[in-house]
Each structure stands twice: as structure tokens, then as C-alpha cells.
């Protein structure tokens, strides 16, 4: 609100007060007195001159409000004219200094030119040193007026400045405000993206957990499904090898007394080493007493798609009915064969496939353990069951757990020999001469350990 109309409310305020608060009956001069009167009013009187006195107070209200915005803007331009002012004060300088140089040059031109008059007077005839003056004072004259143009450029320059000045203030705040709202959103994006991170590792650490345990729960899906004799026996059938040995000694009257045999056997690994496996009773050594010499011993091992020499036959710890020739893993790899694992838990199923090693008949049975035998058990032929071909269980043949590893060889035809390992009892050393190895003395040994066996598993 204007001061004046402010002054003009509080004198009309004042003068309402004094006319209300005289008593007209003195200033009337009636001594007289006037009956008493009584009036009964049933609201409150208003006070006098409330209203206006409120009304000054919204008017003082307003005009202190109004005073604090002008303050405000005050403190606004306060702060530009300061900017303004450090601004001019350099373009001040620039004038103040391009100035000096048009003042400089304006004393250096009257300079000359009294110096000019001064030599006309004296030198009249030097009139190429004449001319010369006069060029330079034109040169003085000529850096003069481009001073001053350039005076006046600099303070359009300066005008134009603080307009550009006066735009780029706006257009750092518009900056400014977007700079902000985009510090809100990256934090927001920021907050969006760990607690993606923490999902992916999350998921990520399920799906591990998710593959080990499927991984472990297929493995002892794998361990403990049992696998039917059909399928036991379509494996065996194509993953068997032929052992082929050659025994060669001469006989009476200095005869040829050499043997030849072949035999279907399985390639079997105790996790270390790889051999061949069959009974003593499927080669041409013969485990008696007194045993054969044999002058010579060589054999092959022949797989799908490779065949290679036997360099040694091993005869096993437990029982030397069973017979071993080892393999290498590149020679394993080149016949193409699969090789059984030894069966790591023989007892988890009540049950077994029996293969017949050459006469092609298989079939299911029930084994039993026997406790004063326990590297052996016990064909139960009460329950065979599931038998296809020709049957007539004998030693040497296969017998595979229901998990398809090997349970062990039978050495006859009952007991089945549990195999854990290839440890063997001897070794017999193959090539063209072994009469040094004593083979007689070898045979009839391990024939004595099988005739010390209990009746029942010879």
C-alpha cells in the first residue's frame, strides 16, 4: 500500500476518535439537568472505529508483506548489480584505459601539431621532413579514430553481454533444476539396478544349487535304478572282446604239443588299470599238478575296431580260477569297447544278471551270501527266473549287477567270485620263450590254492 494513502487512513482514524470520544452536551453549554434515561439494548455495542482499526492493521499487514518481497527483490538485484557491477568495473578499466590511449594520442597529435607549427616557422624549407610530420600526425589522427571505434564497439559489446549475461543466468537455472531431477532419477535407476543385481545373484545362486542337487539326484538316480536283463545283455553282447592264446611246447618224440584257445571276455576297470577277464578253464594253461612248461605264450585282445598283444597273464589273489590281462587305456580307447566298473556296492540289489560267456544264454537269478565265504556268493538256482536261450550256468560266465557294473566271474557252477580289485597271486610273463618263468611250477602252485578251498567252491 502507498505511504500517503497510509498517512491519509491514520488521520481520518484519528479525528474519528476525537469526534467520538467529546461530550456534545458540554460543548453545547446546558447546565440543565436532563431527566435520566434508561435504554435497554439487547446486543453489545460495537466498539467505534473497530473496523477501521482492523482495517488499518490488514493495511499495515499487507504493506510489511509487501515491504519483505521488496527486500527480497532488493536482495535479488542486490546480488546482479554486484555481478553487473564487477562487470562494468572491468569494462570501465577497458574505457578508462582505451581512453588514456585516445587522450595520449590526442596530446601526441597536439603535440605534433605544435611541433609543426613550430618547425613551418623555423623550417620552411625542409618541406620532405614536413610531409613527413603531417603523415605521421595522419597515422596519429587515423589510430585516434579507431581507438574511439573501438570504444564504442566495446560498449555494445558490453550491452550486448549483459543481455547474454541475462539469458545464460535463466538457462543455468533451467540447467540447474534439470541437473537436479536427473541426479533424482540416476538414484533412482542406481536403487533399481542393485536390487536387480541382488535378484540375478539370488537366482544365480538357486540355479547353482538347483544343477548340483539335480546333478547329484540324476547320479543316484543312475546308481540305483536297476537296469533290465534285456538291456544288460544287448550291452554285454556288443561291447565283449575275444582273448585269443597260443600255447606252444614240443611233445613227445619231439611232437607239436601246442594249444590254441579263444574266448569271449569283458573289459572291466577298478578305477586304475584295465584287463580282460575269464577263467583259467577258457585258455589253454590248465591249473594241475604237476603243472604243464610251456615254451612259449602269446595272445591278442580284439575289440570292435582294434586288436592288440597280450603282454602278461595275471591269475587273481583270491582265487586263480579267474585270469587277467591287462590293457592300456589307448588300447581300451582303440577297440571301441566299454568297459564295466567293479561294482562298488555288490550287495545293494537281491538280484543279478548272469551272461553266459559263450553259449549267448542270460537270465536273472537271486544270489545269497555266504558268511564262511564272504568274497563269494552263492547262485540260488531255485529262483532263476527270466532266462532266454540255452541255460546252463557254468564257470566263466559274466555276472552284472542291476545297475550294469560287474558283480564278479563264476568259477563254477555256483559261486561267483566278487571281484574288488586286480590283485594278482602270479604273473606269467607272455612272448615266444618262458621256459624261464617255469610255468609247470606256477600252475601246480595255484592248483594246490584251489584244492585247499572248501569242496563246495572247487
Known amino acids: 500500500m502507498n505511504r500517503s494513502i497510509l498517512i491519509v487512513i491514520c488521520d481520518f482514524l484519528l479525528l474519528s476518535l476525537l469526534t467520538f470520544s467529546t461530550d456534545f452536551s458540554r460543548i453545547a453549554g446546558d447546565d440543565t439537568p436532563r431527566p435520566a434515561r434508561v435504554d435497554v439494548a439487547t446486543n453489545a455495542v460495537a466498539e467505534p472505529g473497530r473496523e477501521l482499526v482492523e482495517l488499518m492493521k490488514q493495511a499495515l499487514a499487507d504493506e510489511q508483506k509487501g515491504r519483505q518481497q521488496l527486500q527480497q527483490q532488493l536482495d535479488t538485484t542486490r546480488s546482479a548489480a554486484g555481478s553487473q557491477r564487477e562487470l562494468l568495473a572491468r569494462t570501465e578499466q577497458e574505457n578508462t584505459r582505451l581512453q588514456q590511449q585516445y587522450a ?157 584257445r579263444q574266448t569271449e571276455a569283458i573289459l572291466a576297470t577298478d578305477g586304475t588299470n584295465i584287463c580282460a577277464l575269464c577263467h583259467v578253464d577258457d585258455t589253454p594253461l590248465v591249473l594241475w599238478n604237476p603243472g604243464t612248461d610251456w615254451n612259449g605264450l602269446t595272445g591278442t585282445v580284439t575289440g570292435h575296431a582294434a586288436e592288440s598283444l597280450v603282454p602278461a597273464m595275471s591269475f587273481h589273489r583270491l582265487d586263480p580260477r579267474v585270469v587277467m590281462f591287462p590293457v592300456t587305456p589307448a588300447e581300451a580307447r582303440q577297440m571301441g569297447c566299454k568297459i564295466y566298473r567293479l561294482a562298488t556296492e555288490p550287495y545293494k540289489f537281491q538280484d543279478a544278471v548272469l551272461i553266459g560267456a559263450d553259449d549267448g544264454y542270460y537270465g536273472q537269478c537271486d544270489f545269497q551270501i555266504d558268511l564262511n565265504t564272504r568274497q563269494y556268493v552263492r547262485l540260488d538256482r531255485n529262483l532263476l527266473k527270466g532266462l532266454f536261450g540255452k541255460f546252463n550256468p557254468s564257470r566263466g560266465d559274466v555276472v552284472l549287477s542291476r545297475t550294469g557294473e560287474l558283480l564278479g566271474i563264476m568259477v563254477n557252477g555256483t559261486y561267483c567270485l566278487v571281484l574288488n580289485d586286480f590283485a594278482a597271486a602270479a604273473t606269467l610273463t607272455f612272448g615266444p620263450n618262458v621256459r624261464a618263468e617255469h610255468t609247470g611250477d606256477t600252475l601246480a602252485r595255484l592248483y594246490d590254492d584251489v584244492f585247499q578251498m572248501p569242496l563246495r567252491l572247487q
Open 104 to 260: 595520449a594520442a590526442q596530446t601526441n597529435l597536439e603535440h605534433l601539431a605544435r611541433q609543426l607549427q613550430d618547425n613551418s616557422a623555423q623550417t620552411r624549407g625542409s618541406r620532405e621532413e614536413l610531409a613527413a610530420r603531417e603523415a605521421e600526425a595522419h597515422k596519429q589522427a587515423s589510430l585516434a579514430a579507431a581507438l574511439k571505434q573501438q570504444l564504442d564497439q566495446l560498449a555494445r559489446s558490453n550491452q550486448l553481454a549483459q543481455t547474454e549475461q541475462s539469458r545464460l543466468a535463466s538457462q543455468l537455472q533451467l540447467s540447474e533444476a534439470e541437473r537436479r531431477a536427473a541426479l533424482d532419477r540416476a538414484g533412482l535407476m542406481e536403487q533399481e539396478v542393485q536390487v536387480a543385481r541382488a535378484q540375478n545373484v539370488r537366482l544365480a545362486e538357486g540355479f547353482q544349487s538347483l544343477a548340483t542337487n539335480s546333478s547329484r539326484l540324476t547320479q543316484e538316480l543312475r546308481e540305483n535304478r536297476a537296469l533290465a536283463p534285456n538291456t544288460l545283455f544287448g550291452e554285454f553282447v556288443t561291447n565283449r572282446a575275444r582273448v585269443s592264446i597260443l600255447a606252444s611246447r614240443t611233445g613227445f618224440l619231439g611232437l607239436d604239443a601246442s594249444k590254441a
